[in-house]
């Protein structure tokens, strides 16, 4: 391999792509570690702004991390539900946007924003790459695990203050997202939250030129 790929690597790739899935729907199957092991060398391979590295991963798998974890995502997401509108309230009731209970891998991820790697290249006029560094290598994670027919659900619902605590970070530890991994209960293209009545895609990418 020289850098040049087929058009049947690219045609899957890009299948690859559309299969990938928020999933909030997990089986409770355990995960074999080789293939999470895999996933986690994908997101090693990630580019990250000076070479920095800024990721932090933290597996969640005490009951007493994880029971803290979910009390935190009822806690906002009883939150988020008072605050929609009369309209929307029961469709968003309706809406599963954690497999927090049934998902057997969870990570919580952070950027290290005080990390010294790097030398603050590329970082010091916009430090806030070394976050979007973060998530790029995310993406790499999910796209590997999905490769492999696990799913991955990023929870966002979350006092990010709560959960540095409840999990006893470094104060300069940036929360970016809480990973839950774990084998599907079905797959589907369709985004859960376009099926379930939440919203749509646009129909293209609007790209403007100055």
Known sequence: MTGQFSPQFREELAALMRWRRDVRRFRTD???EDLLARGLQAFALAPSVGLSEPW???RVASPEAR???LDNYRACNAQALAGQSD???ATYARL???GMVEAPVHLAVFCDDA???GHGLGAATMPETRAYSVVGAITHLWLALRAEGLGLGWVSI???DRLAADLDVPPNWRFIGYLCIGWPEEDDTVPELERAGWETRAPAL???TR
């Open 30 to 32: 355990p995960v074999p």
């Open 56 to 58: 932090r991963l933290l």
């Open 67 to 69: 029971a803290a974890c």
């Open 87 to 89: 309209d929307r309230a």
């Open 96 to 98: 599963k946007l954690s």
């Open 115 to 117: 990390t010294p790697k």
């Open 158 to 160: 979350l006092d990010r």
């Open 206 to 208: 609007h790209v403007e």
